[in-house]
């Protein structure tokens, strides 16, 4: 379950909009546009969770699949959505002829997750590599991670060091455009992903969920005024999602599994705090919402 902590540190994220990305290099213009029977193509977006920080930076310096190029079919049960992202061992030296790592052309660089909310994503990695199932998505770090709280800078280190970032991904979350054509999101949660250790240090151990448009679905609205600092929680029994609306007090939360749930809004500066009940949200579509006025 998703859990959030207050903090008006937030705020100062919603002034930095036009700080999406910062590239250290173009996009890679050598990926191959035609495929051959043996290939498919995947596209990885990369979208956030927010959490209580100014900005979040990840150096994000290579994507890498493993792919088995001999199953048809996909047994693996990894449990929840957050059993199945780790730190650095990815078992690349197992001797499976079956088992191809391939990489996806990609904008390396500095990435502030954080501006990645509210229904906005970025095309992390996109690339033709061999047919088969995907079995793990594999993301190498540089050194220049760091978030911003309350306007100071801190770096951000991962446990001993680790670099690689490894997510298991089952078949049926790859969602199919157009023939062997396939995306997915991954959706970086800061809240959970970030640890305070004491003395205004921070570690960095990784939850992401992994999510396509078909299989789940969203809700989108509108919170006013903006100087009410709104937080907005979704939930129901056995999840819950959170958003952080923009100035003009919009707000979109994706990848929800299907179901009904409760809108809850925390709001600051004196207005009352509001709850929606009986939400509903469907596969594949998005649920709108009326606009909410909050009051003193």
């Known amino acids: 379950m998703r859990t959030y902590l207050r903090n008006n ?17 173009k996009k890679d213009d050598s990926a191959s546009t035609t495929m051959s029977a043996n290939q498919q193509r995947l596209n990885v977006y990369f979208t ?3 959490g209580y920080f100014d900005n979040v930076f990840l150096d994000i310096r290579k994507v ?3 792919i088995d190029t001999c199953s048809s079919t996909d047994n693996d049960d990894f449990g929840n959505d957050y059993n199945r992202c780790w730190w650095g061992e990815d078992h690349r030296d197992d001797k499976d002829s079956c ?16 501006s ?19 079995k793990k998505i ?6 220049n991670n760091s978030l911003v709280k309350d306007s100071v800078t801190y770096p951000l280190k991962s446990p001993s060091g680790q670099v690689r970032i490894v997510i298991q991904v089952r078949h049926n979350e790859w969602e199919e455009t157009t023939t062997d054509n396939f995306r997915l999101w ?3 949660d800061i809240d959970r992903s970030v640890v305070q250790t004491g003395n205004n240090k921070f570690i960095l151990r990784p939850v992401i969920h992994v999510f396509t448009a078909k299989q789940t679905g969203s809700i989108s609205g509108k919170v006013t005024p903006a100087d009410a600092w709104p937080v907005i929680t979704l939930f129901n029994d056995t999840d819950t999602a959170y958003a952080l609306p923009w100035k003009n007090g919009e707000y ?5 599994k299907a179901g009904t749930y409760s809108l809850f809004v925390n709001a600051s500066n004196g207005y009352k705090d509001t709850t929606l009940t009986g939400v509903t949200v469907e596969k594949g579509k998005n649920t709108s919402l009326d606009q909410i006025k909050l009051s003193k």
Not at 123 to 130: H, K, S
Not at 138 to 143: C, D, E, M, N, Q
Not at 252 to 256: A, I, M, S
């Open 9 to 25: 540190g937030w705020w100062l994220a919603i002034t930095m909009l036009l700080a999406v990305i910062v590239y250290s290099c």
């Open 48 to 50: 956030d969770n927010p």
């Open 64 to 66: 890498e699949v493993l």
């Open 99 to 114: 088992q191809v790592w391939d990489s996806l052309p990609i904008r390396a660089g500095v990435y502030d997750v954080l």
């Open 116 to 134: 990645l909310r509210n229904g906005t994503d970025t095309l992390l990695g996109n690339g033709v590599v061999p047919k088969g199932i995907v």
């Open 138 to 143: 594999v993301i190498t770090l540089g050194s």
């Open 186 to 188: 991954l959706d970086f």
């Open 252 to 256: 979109k939360l994706r990848g929800l």
